[in-house]
């Protein structure tokens, strides 16, 4: 399948009355930067009266790899139009890509206006007073994901702090890679597992700092669910702590721009309900799972299935997860 602008562009081109009513032309198509699992590109649709912004997420050339585990994207649209049913902030769904449409997996999706990108949200001084409430805002958006009736929902894969340890230990291992850290990380899981939940929720699985909207007035859209799964809904919450996600600023554990307390606060004032001890454990977990996903990245540049100079990039940050790991099990300072 092509990713080149040129192909997109004329598969957007067929779709402008589909998309927008009363609309003939595409314009102003760009991929935008991020992406590394699946693409997201700009655009907008007019017509005598319109000129709509949208956006399509499509998957590229080469993404099989690194598709296991994944729910794919008809899915995920799905998902979305459920949760902005449930009142969580996503984006109005357009048009669920066909066969006949020529663009592959993907869906079209409403523009926010915001900022995704991480290192903006936690160092702007635009969003000083986001950041002031953000953390809440993601308590109070989780809980409602959490919340969301399962009837009626897509079929997903059922996770689990068994499964999810099991899935990643699998998956380290099928590279042949060799890291001392990333074993004792395995081991603390093992022995530290808690009991599986009696009702597995639905949980976003990438809910983090990176796949937010954000404006100045705080969370505008939650985006990105292709990993979205049934099973403990802690594990949003830890994924969103781990350090990777704060960008440089790691005094504030979530997502760079926020305290725990503000976020526990925000999920139980929503009807969230808490196990902190969980919540640690999912960190540990996300923190090896992000390691694990970097080794992912490595793997499919280094066999030639993905030449995207990010991939190789990402690849390389395994290690910063070692360090990361080291400083949740093995505190400075600790007996």
């Not at 969580?88 to 995704?116: C, I, K, N, Q, Y």
């Not at 690849?315 to 997860?321: C, D, I, Q």
Request: hydrophobic share 45%; glycine share 12%; charged share 25%.
């Amino acid at each position: 399948m092509p990713d080149d602008i040129g192909h997109v562009s004329a598969g957007l081109q067929r779709l402008a009355g589909t998309l927008v009513a009363g609309a003939r032309t595409v314009h102003d198509v760009r991929r935008l930067s991020g992406g590394a699992s699946q693409q997201t590109w700009a655009f907008r649709v007019a017509g005598d009266a319109v000129d709509v912004p949208l956006v399509l997420r499509r998957a590229p050339a080469g993404v099989a790899e690194r598709a296991k585990g994944t729910a794919g994207l008809a899915t995920e649209a799905r998902l979305i139009a459920a949760a902005r049913d449930a009142g969580v902030p996503v984006p109005a769904l357009r048009h669920v890509l066909r066969s006949e449409d020529g663009l592959g997996e993907g869906f079209v999706m409403a523009w926010l206006d915001g900022e995704t990108l991480g290192r903006r949200i936690v160092r702007d001084a635009r969003l000083a007073a986001a950041r002031r409430v953000l953390a809440r805002q993601c308590g109070a958006a989780l809980a409602r994901i959490h919340a969301m009736p399962l009837q009626g929902l897509p079929a997903l894969r059922v996770g689990g702090a068994r499964a999810e340890r099991q899935f990643q230990l699998d998956a380290h291992r099928s590279h042949g890679t060799v890291r001392p850290v990333f074993e004792l990380a395995f081991q603390w899981l093992r022995q530290h597992q808690p009991a599986e939940v009696a009702q597995p929720v639905l949980v976003h699985g990438d809910f983090r700092n990176g796949n937010l909207m954000v404006d100045e007035r705080g969370l505008q859209g939650v985006l990105d669910w292709e990993l979205a799964h049934l099973g403990d809904p802690m594990e949003d919450l830890g994924w969103l702590c781990v350090n990777a996600w704060r960008f440089g600023a790691i005094d504030l554990p979530v997502g760079g721009f926020g305290a725990r307390e503000e976020l526990f606060e925000g999920y139980a004032a929503a009807g969230g309900r808490l196990d902190i001890a969980r919540v640690r454990y999912w960190e540990v977990l996300g923190t090896l799972k992000w390691g694990v996903v970097c080794e992912t990245m490595a793997q499919a540049w280094l066999a030639g299935r993905e030449r995207d100079v990010e991939k190789a990039a990402i690849g390389r940050r395994a290690s910063e997860s070692e360090i990361d790991l080291l400083a949740l099990l093995a505190p400075r300072g600790a007996a």
